[in-house]
């Protein structure tokens, strides 16, 4: 069992920056592929970006591509998500979630672990 959890949300204005991160305590955290996703009042729970096991490869949502960058330090059992340049389309509760095997989706059914959320809001 892998326990995530998130922080780093909160209320940032239009054009600002935030940085979340994702703890998950235990001694297989890089052996997992590591993904971010959120989901919008109303909405469902959309991708935004995930990482290989090693920090290699990094994919995006093209709607954050550009704006956002996910990264992860193995020895502290961490992953992040730098987001720069938020606009109010970017409100939503942002999720952690880690997959076995290594392999990344965009797929929120190929993820096996999800942390609780954390919000981030935008104002304009």
């Known amino acids: 069992q892998v326990q995530l959890t998130e922080s780093g949300g909160g209320l940032v204005q239009a054009g600002g920056s935030l940085r979340l991160s994702c703890a998950a305590p235990?001694?297989?955290?890089?052996?997992?592929?590591m993904a971010w996703f959120r989901q919008a009042p109303g909405k469902e729970r959309v991708f935004v970006a995930a990482?290989?096991?090693?920090?290699?490869?990094?994919y995006y949502a093209d709607s954050v591509r550009g704006r956002f960058t996910i990264s992860r330090e193995n020895t502290k059992n961490t992953v992040y998500l730098q987001m720069d340049s938020l606009t109010p389309e970017d409100t939503a509760a942002y999720y952690c979630?880690?997959?076995?095997?290594?392999?990344?989706?965009?797929?929120?059914?190929?993820?096996?672990?999800w942390g609780p959320g954390t919000q981030v809001t935008v104002s304009s």
């Open positions: 979630a880690a997959r076995r095997g290594g392999a990344h989706s965009q797929s929120l059914s190929d993820y096996d672990y």
């Open positions: 235990g001694r297989t955290f890089g052996s997992y592929a």
């Open positions: 990482i290989s096991t090693g920090g290699a490869n990094r």
